[in-house]
Every structure is written in C-alpha cells, then in structure tokens.
C-alpha cells in the first residue's frame, strides 16, 4: 500500500456535538492540516444511514492525500 497523509475521523453524537467538541475538534483539525494531513471527518449518522456518501467523502480526501504525498 502507498502512506499517504490522511486521518479519517468518524465524529460520533455523544462526543462531537456541542460548542466546546467542536471548538475542540476544530483546533485538533487545523493541527493536523498544518502538519499537512487531509483531514476527512464523517458523522457517525452518515455510517449507519449515507454509507456511499461516506465513502465518497473518504475516497475524495485519500485522492487529495496522495497528491500531496506525491
């Protein structure tokens, strides 16, 4: 397999929904952006009941990755 800089999070309900997650998650974010990752967060709604839109958003930030990996 080729490494490629990309970090998938699945944001569940419980953790990921108020101000202070996603102030939270925000920050963690652009940490991860700045470092030069792709960063793909799917709500974990979207696994259970939009799985092709989910694996879309996924496949879009791993096309994105591997041309930032060259």
């Known amino acids: 397999g080729v490494d490629v800089p990309l970090v998938v ?3 569940g309900e419980r953790w ?3 101000v202070l997650d996603r102030a ?3 920050r963690q974010q652009a ?3 700045a470092a030069g990752f792709v960063v793909v ?3 974990e709604f979207d696994v259970w009941h939009a799985v092709t839109s989910m ?3 996924v496949r879009a930030g791993h ?3 591997r041309q930032l990996a060259g």
């Open 41 to 43: 967060r799917v709500p």
């Open 55 to 57: 694996v879309e958003r």
């Open 16 to 18: 990921h929904s108020s």
């Open 24 to 26: 939270a998650d925000a």
């Open 31 to 33: 940490e991860l952006e």
């Open 9 to 11: 999070f699945i944001d």
């Open 63 to 65: 096309r994105r990755a």
